[in-house]
């Protein structure tokens, strides 16, 4: 009971319902807008040389289709990160809103992205970021961009964080006082 406690006490819900929404937010996009250039629909534009829903085979790689294709890798390599990340939410101050709700994000990435390569063998991406035709960003997914958004906000954090330790408290005005 002390443990459940523990999971749910002060910010850390938010980590919880971060993590539930990207997942469902990722598995319902992949259902309703991803789709294997075999089944010959076309492109959705969304917002004219710049962003659209494309066909898309899936990753069987990892980020920007680099490293092995191999499922059980990326299998491995997410257990991993889901207990660097378990490690980080169990450690972290509970009143870290930024760093609950970005732990949240990467978990319920993470375990969209598992469930593809479980089910498929393969990530379904079908978000197409470009520039005209000239620049193109690797296909991707919502889980993808909570990953980067949820590191983003890690990051940010540390850093953020580093300038508050620093700084000694405001006594007011006046001359420091000597002891």
């Known amino acids: 009971m ?3 406690r523990t999971l ?3 910010n850390r819900k938010l980590f919880w319902t971060f993590a539930v929404a990207t997942l469902v937010l990722d598995q319902v996009t992949k259902l309703l ?3 294997h ?3 010959g629909r076309p492109n959705i534009v969304l917002i004219p040389h710049l962003l659209r829903i494309v066909s898309h085979p899936g990753n069987v790689r990892g980020v920007l289709g680099l490293g092995p294709a191999s499922v ?3 299998i ?4 991993v990160a889901l207990a660097v990340v378990g490690v980080l939410f169990l450690t972290a101050e509970s009143h870290k ?3 609950h709700a970005a732990l949240g994000l990467v978990t319920g990435a993470a375990v969209g992205n598992l469930v593809d390569r479980i089910a498929f063998g393969r990530v379904r991406d079908f978000i197409d970021l470009h520039w005209g035709e000239a620049l193109h960003w690797h296909t991707f997914n919502v889980a993808d961009a909570a990953i980067c958004v949820g590191f983003a906000l ?3 954090d540390a850093f953020a964080g580093k300038g508050r330790r620093g700084k000694a408290p405001d006594s007011g005005p006046g001359p420091p006082q000597t002891p």
């Open 154 to 156: 890690i990051i940010y």
């Open 8 to 10: 749910v006490e002060g």
């Open 33 to 35: 807008l991803w789709h």
């Open 76 to 79: 491995v390599m997410a257990a």
């Open 2 to 4: 002390r443990l459940l």
């Open 37 to 39: 250039p075999a089944e």
């Open 72 to 74: 059980l890798f990326y």
């Open 97 to 99: 809103v930024i760093v």
